[in-house]
């Protein structure tokens, strides 16, 4: 069975902010009938091939650039990007970063494989000492020492009016003493009463309504002993926003306080043949109303969670990846999360789960009609967990052909629990060895005829 927008829940697909194509009334254009003998015209995104593009190459010895910071490979994004786009080389070496490199459409950022590591330096935190209102474009530190222009700079406080946390990216451009602008103004209040804070925490890689981006063959360390959290809805070794068309090929994430890589509201992204491993978040982050990723190959191990889809992901495919040593899940599905296909992906030693399905707030933010196919879930959960837990009032969910195996001795392990609010779930095929019960199905007998 075929999932997608050309597959069998085509009908179903509405129109999200930031997705290109046109809904079923609009006009589709057919670009690989006329892209091979078009000419490049003004304003026209489908174009001629080209045997040459630009090409700049960064070192820390040789190259077009010479740097051993982010500056150097900055400045060689920037001017490919100003050519119309074109490939960033990096030659092997250490980067050290002291602000993430800020990627722009149709721009390559190819590597030269584990040779080739971007590294965090560690990151240094200090309060506000003076407010800094919505309107301002400065801040003033509390203690300024380790901070420099140039660096990128996360700021943080309590909302005085409801308690929620502010965050906020910026990047300090000019100083004086502990004054320090900001290349944009805040538009939120950061105020000492609500204990407002400046750290110098940043994504390695990012950026924000981007399109054909391909990074590929090099390393992202996040540096994460020397270095506070930031949540993955800000940040992580790569964080795109408001992207679409993404290339994420062979590329190591690990050891960012935080996630290894998150994208949100970011469209057709392929992630391959990455390794995202020991980060304390999340190790992959299919984020907010992000459509169509595609997620294979992969090796996920040793992050809080291993494979995270966030709110709305839509028509996914995750496949062929092995996800090991989950602190809590392996798998973990929830708001509006629908049809997506989770296919023979390899799931062990998980904290608590292999499989989560979320419990949401009502039936409509369910993660309804995914597809969990040939997947083997080995040694998960703790000694009251579950290979795969459903929860919520979900439906529509096929578990088909799965093998669950527990070797470390049944105790009260479940392979398959079902929780008593679940619609309808199909169970076919699956293998389930060594738990103390196959299937743990605690809706009441009515509700479990009604939904099978």
Request: charged content about 25%.
């Amino acid at each position: 069975m075929l999932l997608g927008p050309t597959g069998p829940f085509a009908h179903r697909r509405r129109h999200t902010m930031g997705d290109p194509r046109p809904l079923p009334m609009q006009s589709e254009t057919r670009p690989e009938l006329i892209a091979g003998g078009s000419r490049a015209t003004s304003g026209d995104p489908i174009e001629p091939h080209w045997d040459e593009l630009p090409v700049l190459r960064v070192g820390t010895r040789s190259g077009d650039i010479q740097g051993r910071d982010e500056k150097a490979i900055q400045a060689a994004v920037d001017w490919v990007s100003r050519m119309g786009g074109g490939t960033v080389r990096l030659f092997p070496g250490t980067f050290r970063l002291r602000n993430a490199v800020f990627l722009h459409s149709r721009v390559r950022l190819i590597g030269s494989g584990a040779e080739t590591v971007l590294i965090k330096e560690p990151s240094v935190s200090t309060s506000l000492a003076q407010d800094t209102d919505w309107y301002d474009q400065e801040i003033t530190l509390a203690e300024s020492g380790g901070f420099q222009v140039g660096d990128g700079v996360c700021l943080r406080a309590k909302n005085p009016h409801n308690q929620s946390v502010i965050t906020l990216k910026r990047t300090l451009v000019a100083r004086s003493g502990n004054r320090f602008k900001l290349d944009r103004a805040p538009r939120e209040n950061f105020w000492q009463m609500g204990q407002a804070t400046a750290s110098t925490l940043f994504p390695l890689l990012t950026a924000e309504f981007a399109e054909d981006l391909h990074v590929e063959d090099l390393v992202l360390d996040g540096n994460r002993a020397n270095n506070e959290n930031l949540d993955g809805n800000y940040a992580g070794c790569i964080f795109l926003q408001d992207c679409r068309k993404v290339v994420l090929r062979n590329v190591e994430a690990r050891y960012y306080n935080g996630d290894g890589i998150s994208w949100q509201i970011t469209h057709d992204v392929l992630v391959e043949e990455c390794h995202s491993h020991d980060n304390a978040g999340l190790g992959l982050h299919p984020g907010s109303g992000s459509q169509r990723p595609v997620i294979c190959g992969n090796r996920i191990e040793r992050n809080d969670i291993g494979l995270f889809f966030c709110w709305g992901v839509k028509f996914g495919v995750a496949e062929g990846n092995r996800i090991s040593e989950s602190g809590s899940y392996g798998l973990s599905i929830g708001h509006r999360d629908t049809d997506n296909l989770i296919r023979d992906n390899e799931i062990s030693g998980s904290g608590r789960a292999g499989v989560l399905f979320r419990p949401e707030r009502g039936k409509s933010f369910q993660p309804h009609r995914n597809r969990l196919e040939a997947n083997r879930i080995l040694d998960s959960g703790a000694a009251q967990g579950a290979g795969i837990e459903i929860q919520g009032e979900v439906e529509g969910i096929i578990l088909e052909r799965n093998e669950l195996r527990e070797s470390r001795g049944p105790a009260e392990r479940v392979g398959i629990r079902i929780g008593e609010k679940v619609g309808k779930v199909t169970l076919k095929e699956n293998r389930l060895e060594g738990f103390a019960r196959s299937v743990l199905d605690q809706r009441s007998p009515a509700d479990r005829n009604r939904s099978n």
